[in-house]
């Protein structure tokens, strides 16, 4: 692959991610604003985009090791027991440092006020609220990864494919001529020789219309596609 295809498929990847991360985020901040509003315990929306936008943001960090782990363990073959042993892990690692991180963020962003709620009974309230969605979310991430990587292997080999039909043909075409040509030069050489003892005026004016065909061939050997005129020109110098 070129180093140009590759660096367009990462970067691709990526920006998918964040778009998608800020559109869950965006979608989560509405649901907490007007939740909220229902029950009589209104938030700004400011604080809904932030809390939400911060959720979805860690989430997106956390699936760059994520990724890296489903394309070093990926689930293919014979190997899908050592990837799963690898993942499970993985994936509570994942919710950890998911729930450290949105932990450490809230603490900053809720600084200065009067009653501030301590890391670790913060962490405890996160705990018992996201583990199994965390969890859910990185198995997302391996799956999601795996079915991006099957269709970009599949479009690369359909391009692959096509490429090598065009240039089998490609081949036969130029087999081809290389057989015919040569095959066709040698009985009209001989025809002309021949020719020579009879009627020398009609011996020249098969030379040059020999030279005419060969000029033709030559300039379109590398032609897929001619005109019709060019077709029917070529058949009355034949």
Do not use: C
């Not at 909220?36 to 400011?46: E, F, H, K, L």
């Not at 073959?77 to 499970?88: K, S, T």
């Not at 081949?171 to 040569?182: H, S």
């Amino acid at each position: 692959m070129a180093l140009s295809e590759m660096t367009r498929k990462v970067w691709m990847k990526w920006v998918l991610l964040f778009a998608f991360s800020t559109v869950l985020g965006l979608a989560f901040a509405g649901q907490l604003y007007f939740s909220r509003s229902r029950i009589g315990n209104p938030v700004s929306w400011s604080f809904a985009v932030e809390r939400s936008l911060a959720d979805w943001y860690v989430f997106a960090l956390l699936s760059v090791p994520a990724v890296w782990m489903a394309r070093r363990f990926p689930f293919s073959g014979n190997h899908w027991r050592q990837a799963a042993a690898v993942h499970f892990p993985a994936s509570l690692m994942f919710s950890v440092s998911w729930m450290l991180l949105r932990v450490g963020i809230e603490q900053w962003l809720n600084r200065g006020e009067l009653n501030p709620v301590t890391f670790s009974a913060a962490f405890s309230q996160v705990l018992v609220a996201t583990v199994f969605m965390n969890l859910l979310i990185y198995w997302g991430v391996v799956v999601a990864h795996h079915a991006f990587d099957y269709h970009w292997k599949f479009h690369e080999r359909g391009l692959q494919t096509a490429e090598l039909e065009t240039r089998l043909t490609q081949a036969r075409l130029q087999a081809l001529q290389m057989q015919l040509n040569p095959h066709f030069l040698f009985n009209t050489l001989n025809s002309v020789a021949a020719l020579m003892h009879k009627d020398v005026e009609a011996a020249d004016r098969m030379i040059a219309r020999l030279s005419d065909l060969l000029r033709y061939a030559l300039e379109s050997t590398d032609a897929q596609e001619v005109t019709l005129r060019q077709e029917l020109d070529f058949i009355g110098r034949y």
